[in-house]
């Protein structure tokens, strides 16, 4: 169903577009994004897990965003708003859990009693 979807001729946007969608441009596109970040995130040390959490919350920032976009559009079918408000609670409980498990972590490196001299 999801590739009728995609291949449909899709209208240009109000800015302007391109027509039509390249399905198989878009698989290799996806396909080839996920095997770079893989292979980033096998080399990346575990001293660096608050770094790259940070940059995992802004991409869900970015994709709640998307969401929003998606789910406040009114000539989208009834489950494709469904899908949006999904992907808007998903992304969000990955921000919060995120900044909860980065504070958590940071709270590690810091000194017991913390006095001043």
């Known amino acids: 169903m999801m590739l009728l979807v995609l291949s449909e001729h ?9 027509g039509e969608l390249d399905v198989m441009g878009a698989v290799f596109v996806f396909m080839l994004a ?3 970040g893989l292979m980033v995130i096998q080399r990346v ?3 660096l ?8 919350n802004a991409i869900s ?3 709640v965003v998307g969401a929003i976009i998606v789910s406040a ?3 989208y079918p009834g489950y494709i708003t469904a899908l949006g408000l999904v992907a808007i609670f998903c992304s969000t409980t990955n921000i919060v859990s995120g900044f909860l498990i980065t504070d ?14």
Do not use: C, E, N, Y
């Open 49 to 56: 897990h608050t770094p790259l959490m940070s940059l995992t």
């Open 73 to 75: 559009g009114k000539d």
């Open 45 to 47: 040390s575990r001293l």
């Open 61 to 63: 920032a970015i994709a």
């Open 34 to 36: 996920t095997f770079i």
């Open 10 to 18: 899709v209208a240009p946007a109000a800015g302007g577009g391109h």
């Open 104 to 117: 958590r972590m940071l709270k590690m490196f810091k000194k017991q009693g913390g006095g001043a001299k």
